[in-house]
């Protein structure tokens, strides 16, 4: 029995035109694969709403003074720098805004987190950072989590710069670091987390190695985050404003509910 095969012609712009629908499919899915891990991280709402996200700021003395209660009316939260450690010398001191920004916050009610910029180059100085955080935030409403900041200084080349750069840690050594911090903070009864670029995250932190409670805020510029693996809350801009801050640029961020 003799079978008829027919073959259908298929011109250029056809395979051009089903080419690009592959890659078009593609890329939605992979993002959609990316914002599905984003929003199912943490079973944790923070926030009296059913919105999938809302919207904050993080700052820091560098944003000069600020008024509270228009960011109030602005945001929906607010991450505040309570100290820092000297990528240099090592040295720690206070954010020399951290009492106003925390009184004047919580005396607006808006709803906030801290953070503590690291430079810890062991488990002790971690603890020590933690520590150092939590005799700041006594007496204070502190409603999200405390973040440990987690990044490398730049030179005025781009280039990587500092203690904590020098040091070459592994990525297993710099997740134990994070967890060192973490663990203190959450047996002190607060929740804890860790801030971080993309790159950072995708190279020098053993992210599987983190405690499973901490809450994963990422730094990423881009139209969407880079960094592959879960995430809570989204850096999204630097160069953003709000009213009722000073400084010319303000960190938004989005903190995603579900």
């Known amino acids: 029995m003799a079978v008829s095969v027919k073959f259908i012609k298929v ?3 056809t395979i051009i035109l089903l080419a690009v629908c592959a890659v ?8 959609a694969i990316i914002r599905i891990s984003a929003a199912s991280h943490k079973e944790a709402n923070f926030f009296n709403t059913s919105a ?3 919207s904050g700021i993080d700052v820091s003395q560098h944003n000069g003074e600020i008024e509270w209660d228009k960011v109030a009316d602005s945001t929906d939260f607010a991450i505040i720098r309570v100290a820092y450690r000297g990528y240099g010398n090592g040295d720690i001191s206070a954010d020399s805004r951290y009492e106003a920004n925390l009184k004047y916050a919580n005396k ?9 910029y690291s430079q810890a180059t062991t488990v002790q100085e971690a603890e020590e950072e933690a520590e150092y955080t939590l005799d700041l935030i ?6 999200l989590p405390v973040f440990i900041d987690y990044e490398y200084p730049v030179d005025e080349n781009g280039n990587r ?7 070459s840690l592994s990525g297993k050594e710099t997740a134990d670091i994070i967890n060192a911090f973490c663990g203190k903070i959450t047996a002190a009864g607060y929740k804890a987390g860790v ?8 190279f020098d932190i053993k992210v599987s190695a983190l405690n499973k409670d901490i809450f994963i805020w990422v730094a990423d510029y881009n139209s ?3 960094y592959v693996g879960e995430y809570d809350v989204w850096q999204y801009s630097k160069t953003g404003t709000c009213d009722g801050v000073s400084s010319q640029y303000t960190d938004l961020n989005y903190w995603y509910i579900k």
């Open 11 to 13: 011109n250029k712009k």
């Open 24 to 31: 078009v499919f593609v890329i939605a899915a992979v993002a």
């Open 52 to 54: 999938e996200y809302v």
């Open 108 to 116: 607006n009610e808006v709803p906030m987190g801290v953070y503590f």
């Open 138 to 143: 006594k007496g204070y409403d502190i409603d």
């Open 161 to 167: 710069t500092g203690r904590l750069f020098s040091a």
């Open 195 to 202: 801030y971080a670029s993309s790159s950072v995250y995708s």
């Open 224 to 226: 969407s985050v880079t």
